[in-house]
């Protein structure tokens, strides 16, 4: 399988491999979705780590070729990569979050950028039910007591994949 290229208009990374990175944080996909929706939840009882939520349907065949691109840039990336745009270049560490649940297929994903001493990393939580993906993020700040992506709202989503997609 080859590596998308960017989305024009979007953040570029430094390393093909890791550009689905780049896109992730640029909220666009090199695969044209179907349709999105975007959302910010906040956990009832977590109300300092709101977490951004997209909806994404694919084509056919894409949300896992997106995945995919995903999954392999965890791997290809680990020495960590630049995401450039027309403003700013930042160097980001990457880190598989093995925490990650959900649907047929989960993955996680702490991407931290150099900028604030790598005290702000990004979870990024990405899960693939049929056609749809799912994708979460949050920052972790540093007075945030849970440290970790909120399930509460992970569970809620995931749940209501399943009922949809029967």
């Known amino acids: 399988m080859s ?3 960017a989305s024009a208009g979007h953040a570029k990374a430094d390393k093909l491999a890791c550009q689905p990175f780049a896109d992730l944080l640029s909220v666009s996909s090199a695969v044209v979705p179907r349709t999105f929706v975007d959302r910010s939840v906040v956990e009832a009882g977590n109300p300092k780590a709101p977490v951004r939520l997209r909806l994404v349907s694919y084509a056919p065949g894409d949300a896992e070729r997106v995945l995919e691109a995903i999954t392999t ?11 450039s745009d027309s403003d700013a270049s930042t160097q980001f560490t990457v880190k598989a979050d093995p925490i990650a ?24 939580w990405v899960i693939r039910t049929n056609g749809v993906l799912a994708y979460f993020s949050t920052v972790d700040l540093p007075e945030d007591p849970y440290r970790a992506m909120p399930t509460e709202v992970v569970s809620a989503q ?4 399943a009922v ?3």
């Open 164 to 166: 949809a997609v029967g």
């Open 158 to 161: 995931v749940g209501k994949m």
């Open 73 to 83: 840039a965890v791997g290809a990336c680990g020495g960590g990569f630049k995401a």
């Open 101 to 124: 649940y959900g649907g047929e297929e989960p993955l996680g994903v702490w991407l931290t950028p150099a900028v604030g001493g790598g005290k702000l990393p990004i979870d990024i």
């Open 3 to 5: 590596t998308p290229k």
